[in-house]
Structure formats: C-alpha cells, structure tokens
C-alpha cells in the first residue's frame, strides 16, 4: 500500500469515526431531552392530579432506569409521607447503586420512620462498615435507640458524633433532648445554645429552647429548682 493510499483510508476511517461518534452523541442528547420531558411531566401530574397519579406514571415510564430520577420521586413520595412507596423507591435504587450512600442512609431513615428498627439499624451498620465515622448514620442510630428505648445507646452513638464533630447541631440538639429527658434542664439549655453560637438560626435549637423555657415560666421557678420533666410532657418528639 502507498503512502497516499494509507492517508486517504485513514481520513476516510476518521470521517466515519466521528460521524459514528456524532450519531450517539445525537441520540444520547435525545434520550436526555425525552427524560427531561418525561421528568417535566412527572412533575406537572404531581402538581395537578396528585402523588398517586404522578406515582404511577413513574412507574410505567422510563424515568426509573436512572439513578437520579428515582431519587427525585422517592424524595417527593417522603415529602408527601408515602413511606411504603418511598421505601420502593430507595430499596431498589440502592440495589441498583450500592455506593450511593447518601440514598442508603435515606433508605435507613425510612426503615425508621415505617418502625422496622432491625432493618434500619443493618442499613446504618453497613454504612459504618464503609466509613465507621459518619455522622449521618451515627445521628441516626442514635435517634433510632431513642425512640426504642435504648437511651445508653443513644449517648453513645451521639459521642462517637461529637468526637470527630464537635460543633455538630444534630447531635447537640439530640443530647440536649436527652437531658431534658433526664430533667436536668441546665444542661439542655448549654447544648441548645452552644448549637445557637454556632447556627443562630437553627430551628430545632430555638424551638426546643423556647419550649424549655416556656416550661419553666409555667412552673414559676428556675431552671435549677424546678421539679423534674420529660420532653414528653413538652410536646417534643423525636
């Protein structure tokens, strides 16, 4: 073969390589607009007909097929407290994404909303397999061994937060709501402030702040000489 005759099937085969790679860049860039469209729609029947219909239409579209989709509407099933179907949604997106941590931990916090503790708690123990110092899992249990009653486990999981974090509201605010269970009202009031020095527009802080004083002002005595109370008797929930 010549020199010439080389060059000329070279351009030809470089002609044909970018035309191949700008067929699939065009259908690549049709699939995005179609799923955008999709999305769009999705979003307008939620709007309009409600998460049951737009539920449904997620289900027999393509939207399902990738990752980011199926978080967007298991977000919109938690915000309109569909847990069962936000379940769905997550299980199968982290059996498809397993490194999607965020996604695994919200699918642990599901298990916890919906009570099924033992799930929850294996969901935030693999994430701590991977990373034993996240904070998210670490809060979460803790809230967890809260609402089962476990509350040794509780302090400790919050600690092992504050160890690695110690300006982390979520566990402070935790902790605070722990003393006040304890009725030892003083030293909730430094941890919700210590959050509010740091965050001072933390709602969780202020709300639970006011609700102690509150709470004192009903009992006209300080905070160091009133008797003992509980956050239930506050109205506080975790």
């Not at 899992?137 to 089962?148: R, Y």
């Not at 527009?201 to 709470?215: G, V």
């Amino acid at each position: 073969m010549s020199l010439r005759q080389y060059r000329v099937e070279a351009a030809q085969r470089k002609t044909s390589e970018n035309n191949t790679l700008s067929r699939l860049q065009s259908s690549a860039h049709k699939v995005f607009v179609n799923l955008e469209e999709s999305y769009q729609k999705l979003e307008e029947i939620l709007k309009i007909e409600g998460v049951d219909q737009a539920y449904n239409y997620y289900q027999a579209s393509n939207l399902k097929g990738f990752p980011q989709y199926r978080t967007r509407m298991g977000v919109f099933l938690i915000d309109n407290d569909r847990m069962e179907e936000a379940y769905d949604v997550f299980s199968f997106h982290v059996a498809c994404t397993p490194k999607d941590m965020k996604a695994r931990q919200t699918l642990g916090d599901i298990l916890r909303e919906l009570g099924d503790f033992d799930e929850a708690r294996d969901v935030y123990h693999e994430i701590l397999k991977i990373n034993p110092s996240d904070k998210f899992a670490l809060n979460s249990l803790g809230h967890l061994e809260m609402k089962d009653g476990y509350i040794d486990l509780a302090y400790e999981y919050f600690d092992k937060v504050l160890e690695n974090n110690p300006e982390d509201g979520a566990a402070l605010n935790s902790l605070g709501i722990l003393e006040m269970r304890n009725g030892d009202l003083d030293a909730a009031r430094e941890l919700f402030e210590a959050v509010l020095a740091e965050d001072p527009n933390n709602a969780i802080s202020l709300t639970l702040l006011n609700r102690l004083n509150e709470e004192v002002e009903r009992e006209g005595a300080p905070a160091d000489n009133r008797p003992k109370s509980t956050p239930q008797g506050m109205g506080l929930s975790i």
